[in-house]
């Protein structure tokens, strides 16, 4: 058996080490195809591991193996700063693995921005990209559909956008299963005079791209939830806040539906929490994997800071399977095969 | 008994003009202090006004005059064309109605693209005010906040960022009933060198107009549901971005829970109607009255497309207090009490 090795950074995120540690034994007793390095503070991480059913075991079969890192970066430390300053954080070394082929993929619950940093900087570009974008996956009616950039890129050029789709209908069809992946651009209205200066000429650029783009024009931010194309692409600024505002509402909702629930249920707390369970997951982002870091070479997943042990699990065996399905070579394919582009 | 009128586009929307007619019958007869000029094609339009009950009376006492426009602008038309074309359109005459003081306020569920032309081009511009912006209010854990620019400048300089902050906070403070409205700006991080350079510098200007505005810095989107500030200002791609992408996710939101809720209660759907009803009516975007295009002379709503009598009515009252309240009066007075910017 060929095992696929993902490197996890035990340190990041508002539940780390321990959440992380129990996410990654249940991965590693779930996926035989799977070994975990899990990289953090050896002293407060091993005894987790073990604390979890199987840990031990995982441990001695090296389904589990640990790396010890003495730095870790936190949630609000300046990104590059604080990459500057700790040379040998959890990210960093985690990293390092992915570079150095120790690893296939890397996930991490930490710093978006220190994730992103430290890939860009630790990582090689993929062939052609110019720059890197953060891709999330988001529940539509009709499944899910792929937002990027969601922030790795703020100011983006049209060329950055032109790629942004190439690699998010990679994403969909190599990881997400989507056949024959659709992109649309974000814009504020259907009309091709509409937008900025930016949108306007990747439109221009989108649409030259057929047939290696199925590229169907502007969306907006309507279409995102209905799920209209299965790729949506902007620029990192606007896929933030748009990510952002949704997570937050989605919050809200929540609250109020388990509210609204349990009254009618006359109070009854254990049948309201029922009922609302599976509609509660699938609006919680936390649940979703992670979103992955495109453009780089390697698999590099950044899951929610809140990820407890089951968001742990569910991005470890997303970041396994994206990497089994060489979602890196779909990326450089759809790139290569985009029409060139004066810079 | 001094009245204050409201001129309504009686053909804009997707359930005009019938649904406008109950909605303006009803706000007349709701509100003593309120005449409406119903403006559309009155072949049209009577018979419905005079199906309505106390239409006829709302009529025979002048509560509910009609004016007739020969020419309506469809939703999907282009705004600029359109309104060069149809020079009577229904729109084009209730915005003269105020602007020649007919009217103290306007109301539509037409076309945002074509009300935002015709008060542009036809309404001055109020004094200082670069350009305007449309303000959404938007139900968070805290109340309402509102959300600016909702889509009417899509690429503004940081003056205008400014202005909206300004203005922003006079309607908050007018209408919403924010007693110290606080101001917050959109961004993709609260870490100031975070965003794009038209942030960084909105930001400068921002901070350097205390105390005219009570500016707390950078928000990122989940602040936005949170209510983290009564204000929140954004370029007008990212605000309408947000807002249509939030309003798609409220609708997938509620289908769900109301199926999540149907089952809860056995499949007895007017149990779980009315269970939902409250909920399902403040998550309903077309609920909130309409989004008022802020810095032109005179105070001008848009209601939602989808907008039924029950929308209107709404709306019609809201555009009815935000005139008596001098909105108007208090944005040219907010934004003059700025520190001065080269532009």
Redesign the interface.
């Known amino acids: 058996l060929s095992r696929l090795r993902v490197a996890v950074d035990a340190m990041g995120g508002d539940l780390a080490p321990r959440e992380v540690a129990a996410g990654v034994v249940a991965a590693a007793l779930e996926s035989p195809a799977l070994e975990v390095l899990l990289v953090g503070d050896e002293a407060l991480v091993r005894p987790l591991v073990e604390a979890e059913p199987g840990g031990r075991g995982a441990l001695a079969e090296g389904r589990v193996a640990l790396l010890h890192a003495p730095e870790a970066i936190g949630m609000d430390e300046?990104p590059v700063e604080a990459l500057r300053r700790k040379r040998r954080s959890s990210i960093g070394l985690a990293l390092d693995a992915v570079r150095e082929g120790r690893a296939g993929a890397f996930w991490s619950a930490g710093s978006t921005?220190a994730c992103v940093a430290a890939a860009s900087l630790g990582l090689k570009r993929a062939a052609g990209v110019r720059r890197p974008a953060i891709a999330c996956a988001i529940p539509?009616?009709r499944g899910v559909s792929v937002l990027l950039d969601a922030?790795a890129n703020?100011?983006p050029k049209a060329v950055d956008l032109l790629h942004q789709a190439a690699m998010g209908a990679a994403y969909a069809r190599v990881v997400l299963g989507a056949a024959e992946p659709t992109v649309g651009l974000?814009n504020?209205?259907a009309?091709e005079e509409k937008?900025?200066?930016l949108?306007r000429e990747a439109a221009r650029l989108l649409a030259a791209a057929a047939p290696a783009l199925r590229y169907r024009g502007f969306v907006?931010?309507?279409?995102?939830?209905?799920g209209t194309t299965d790729v949506v692409v902007?620029d990192?600024?606007?896929g933030?806040?748009?990510?952002?505002?949704?997570?937050?509402?989605?919050?809200?909702?929540l609250?109020?539906?388990r509210a609204?629930?349990l009254?009618?249920?006359g109070g009854d707390e254990g049948?309201?929490r029922a009922?609302?369970g599976p509609?509660a997951r699938?609006?919680d982002w936390a649940e979703h994997g992670g979103a992955p870091l495109l453009g780089v070479e390697g698999v590099v997943l950044i899951g929610h800071g809140r990820s407890d042990a089951r968001a742990v699990r569910t991005g470890v065996l997303a970041a396994r399977r994206a990497a089994e399905a060489d979602l890196a070579g779909a990326l450089a394919a759809a790139v290569a095969a985009l029409p060139a582009v004066a810079a």
């Open positions: 300046h921005g539509t009616r922030g703020v100011a974000l504020v209205g009309e937008g900025t200066e949108v907006e931010g309507h279409d995102l939830f209905r902007t990192g600024f606007t933030n806040a748009v990510l952002k505002a949704a997570e937050g509402q989605a919050e809200l909702h609250e109020r539906f609204c629930l009254a009618a249920q049948r309201a009922a609302l509609l699938d609006m």
